[in-house]
């Protein structure tokens, strides 16, 4: 028996309001919330992953509509040296790419993420930083149990202080752009920071309260390699608080391949209003690809503006605008997408998050359509 695609999705999404998931750092609680750096909540040095003690009160105290933030909910207290923390995140999907074959929408139910994060404190200096989980993927290509596990980050910090310089080493995104936790925003997904394109770096840094400089050196992951192939070489992201609601960021990366040469140059920028209840956010790069294949190159370009509102504690909506175009000297071949977001955060730990967004390929002059809606159901120990 086969049910309507709207039968389907009421019972997937049942389900899935019923099982655990999860979500990572959220870049618009910077001067959305009383927090001006990133690196006041998490532990990372240019934020994202792990929350320390204060990102987790406020998880409960500001973000969330109450509930206890402290890990396992304050059921278990960890030892000084050892910090724990998750990512499960699953998600119904309805996707219609609006293709002419007649198929009709694609419905899916999947885990997207599902991470444990540990670190390790070997003094108040030196930390290891783990994340081991499972890959999460709609259709699995590779049906071997090992295939579906992986270890997106694996470093090591030197870090004296919570200001001043910092060392790290190993597999993670360097510090780069608006680091949005939706892989599939283009300023993600066309600038070297896709799904698993974590690459093996060298980063040196300088942090203090009203800018942060971070400089990276990587390789690709020699395990796994995605993204561009073989490519290596520098970042750069320097940012500068200009009072306690805005920030201005400017930044490079220079990334040369196998088969291609990158560079992009961009600017990330920050503004909080109304009491901090409207943020608005965005990003432009200018990049330039240089093909083996393509003698005189070409230029491209992605930008990014957003805006999210606090309707009132534990619920925000946002609203995005997007735009890729991978040449600017040939027509028709831009990208846009348009994106609305609700999210509800009931209790510390969990979040609902409602995605719709539509994308269309031709930039405007009546290219192809595709039109997603997503429910996703987080939850973080």
């Known amino acids: ?48 992953g792990l929350l320390n003690g204060y990102g987790r009160d406020e998880s409960a105290d500001t973000i969330s509509r109450g509930g206890d933030g402290r890990f396992l ?20 999907l309805l996707n219609d790419v609006g293709n002419s074959d007649g198929d009709g929408p694609e419905f899916a139910f999947f885990p997207m993420q599902a991470d444990l994060y540990s670190r390790f404190e070997f003094s108040k200096k030196l930390s290891l930083n783990l994340i081991v989980g499972a890959r999460g993927s709609v259709r699995p290509r590779d049906p071997s149990l090992l295939s579906y596990a992986v270890s997106r980050e694996h470093y090591l910090t030197w870090r004296p202080k919570s ?9 993670f995104f360097a510090p780069f752009g608006l680091r949005l936790p939706d892989h599939t925003m283009y300023v993600r997904r066309y600038t070297g920071f896709h799904t698993l394109e974590e690459t093996y770096n060298l980063s040196v840094g300088w942090l203090q309260d009203a800018w942060e400089a971070h400089f990276t050196a990587f390789m690709p992951d020699f395990l796994r ?9 520098l970042a750069a992201y320097v940012e500068r608080r200009i009072d306690d609601r805005s920030s201005l960021a400017m930044q490079a990366r220079a990334s040369l391949g196998d088969l291609d040469d990158r560079y992009l140059v961009g600017l990330v ?10 943020l608005l ?29 606090w309707l009132k504690r534990g619920w925000q909506v946002s609203a995005t605008v997007e735009r890729y175009d991978e040449d600017i000297a040939v027509k028709h071949v831009a990208r846009d997408a348009i994106s609305a977001n609700l999210q509800w955060f009931p209790r510390a730990h969990f979040e609902l998050h409602l995605l719709g967004r539509t994308r269309i ?21």
């Open 1 to 48: 028996m086969r049910f309507p695609v709207q039968a389907r999705l009421f019972v997937t999404l049942l389900a899935l309001t019923l099982a655990p998931a999860a979500a990572r750092a959220y870049p618009q609680f910077q001067f959305g919330t009383d927090a001006t750096r990133c690196t006041l909540c998490h532990l990372a040095p240019a934020g994202g």
């Open 73 to 92: 909910h304050g059921w278990w207290k960890l030892p000084s040296w050892l910090k724990l923390g998750g990512d499960y995140r699953g998600a119904a």
């Open 163 to 171: 200001r001043g310089y910092y060392l790290r080493a190993g597999r």
């Open 225 to 233: 390699p995605l993204g561009q192939k073989g490519g290596k070489g």
């Open 269 to 278: 920028g920050k503004r909080a209003f109304r009491n901090r209840k409207l």
């Open 281 to 309: 956010m965005g990003e432009i790069d200018l990049m330039r690809q240089e093909l083996d294949a393509l003698p005189d190159g070409r230029t491209q370009y992605v930008a990014h503006l957003g805006a999210y509102y």
């Open 361 to 381: 390929l031709g930039g405007g002059d009546g290219g192809d359509t595709a039109n997603l809606a997503m429910l996703q159901l987080h939850y973080y120990p």
